[in-house]
């Protein structure tokens, strides 16, 4: 019996994956849970197992393609054992594909095709709706084109089932939006673009470009600076690094000092920790720190330490560290770039004083860390104002100036180069 093995799901938002590489070829033995094939979605490479047992019999896209989730990629001849375990589950999904036919044959009767839809103002759905929705791979896109009769616009289940037995006729249509007199457009200018080595961006630069343009086109950015003299925190790691190493078999690098503060930071002000969704805000329940790391191509990711507030030094270098090396070794999971909520980008690490980073949507502020710097300055002490060596540091916040104001974005700044400079000297490994 042959077995449709499927482009999988491998995060909430990805519609779709590049395969990198097939690890089995047409003829090939395959066992339950053996890895078939490997993955590129969302900036992280993830292997496909197979979930059943049997003799790979074809292969329907080759390396480079870009695959829709739910897509058959390939076909498995099933063994008798496993074949006859997955009758009663198949029974269920060959109704469905009959339903879909039907509905097909029906409509191509009747020559009419559906080439816009309206879409709904209101986009409230009820959890029942969404569950139901979940289990019919509906997305939310789709569910808001739905014909609703409910009050204020609200879509009822009863809309849901009835358009789930017409056979989802909106399910592959763009909805149709009205042209904004209003809104910008970018000019489209013959710019002289020179000459020279033309080099593709490769798929992940594309979707930080992407990313972006969409961050400054979306986000009013708005960028303040401080100076933190971090001569305290900078001597106490100096003198406690090997040590703390001994003890948690880990080093101790300024990033999980930084995180540890910055969360706290957050803690105070937490309207940081936020996104927008329409007229919406919504202030987070959780403190999911990233940290932009450069990988080995000089592409960047941010992996997120997730609870940050609620972990530990040692924690938090053990989970820094982990992270880093799944960078640097490119097998970051997709759960581990996934749910922050407000990012650090360390600019210092590339020689640079200071930064104006951009937004990583959907958050609404991310914080530059420049280069630890040993300076000349004027210290108050009880003899009176005397020159010393301080290793000093600038911040820079971008925030977003729908959520956050000047006042807020400035005093959560003060707020991280305090943390800095008070840093408790006394404190035990």
Not at 134 to 143: A, G, V
Not at 152 to 157: E, M, Q, S
Not at 399 to 427: C, K, M, P, W
Request: aromatic share 6%; proline share 3%; glycine share 6%.
């Amino acid at each position: 019996m042959e077995f449709e093995l499927k482009m999988p799901r491998l995060g909430e938002s990805i519609k779709e994956a590049t395969i990198l590489a097939w690890l089995k070829n047409e003829g090939d033995r395959i066992e339950e849970d053996e890895m078939v094939l490997e993955v590129a979605t969302d900036k992280v490479d993830s292997e496909v197992p197979s979930t059943v047992s049997g003799v790979l019999k074809s292969i329907l896209f080759a390396a480079n393609d870009v695959v829709e989730v739910g897509k058959t990629i390939a076909i498995i001849e099933m063994d008798d054992a496993t074949s006859s375990a997955k009758d009663t589950a198949d029974k269920s999904e060959v109704t469905e594909k009959k339903k879909t036919t039907s509905f097909v044959k029906r409509k191509s009767k009747q020559k009419k095709a559906i080439t816009n839809a309206t879409q709904n103002n209101n986009t409230f759905f009820s959890p029942l709706i969404i569950a139901v929705a979940k289990e019919k791979h509906i997305s939310f896109e789709e569910l808001a084109r739905i014909p609703a009769t409910g009050k204020d616009g609200r879509l009822r289940k009863s809309d849901l089932f009835k358009y789930v037995d017409e056979g989802r006729p909106s399910q592959f249509v763009q909805p149709t939006a009205e042209l904004d007199p209003t809104a910008y457009r970018i000019p489209q200018l013959n710019l002289d673009k020179g000459t020279g080595k033309i080099v593709k961006m490769d798929r992940m630069r594309q979707m930080i470009a992407d990313h972006m343009v969409y961050s400054k086109h979306t986000s009013p950015h708005v960028t303040a600076y401080v100076e933190a003299d971090l001569t305290e925190m900078v001597n106490w790691r100096n003198e406690h690094k090997v040590a703390f190493q001994e003890k948690y078999d880990c080093k101790l690098t300024f990033t999980p000092l930084f995180v540890e503060a910055v969360a706290k930071a957050v803690k105070d002000f937490p309207m940081i920790n936020a996104s927008i969704d329409g007229e919406n805000i919504i202030v987070k329940e959780h403190i999911n720190i990233g940290m932009a790391t450069a990988l080995p191509s000089g592409n960047l990711i941010v992996p997120v330490v997730k609870d940050a507030d609620n972990k530990s030094l040692a924690e938090l270098s053990k989970k820094v560290n982990e992270l880093a090396g799944k960078a640097r070794d490119n097998k970051l999971k997709a759960d581990d770039i996934q749910g922050g909520t407000f990012t650090i980008s360390n600019v210092g690490t590339f020689g640079s004083l200071m930064g104006t980073p951009i937004i990583n949507q959907p958050e609404v502020a991310i914080l530059a860390i420049g280069i630890i710097k040993k300076r000349a300055e004027v210290i108050e002490t009880e003899k009176g104002d005397e020159i010393a060596i301080r290793s000093m540091m600038y911040l820079s916040l971008s925030f977003d100036h729908r959520v956050v104001d000047g006042y807020l974005g400035g005093s959560f700044l003060r707020r991280i180069a305090d943390y800095f400079e008070q840093f408790d000297t006394n404190r035990k490994l």
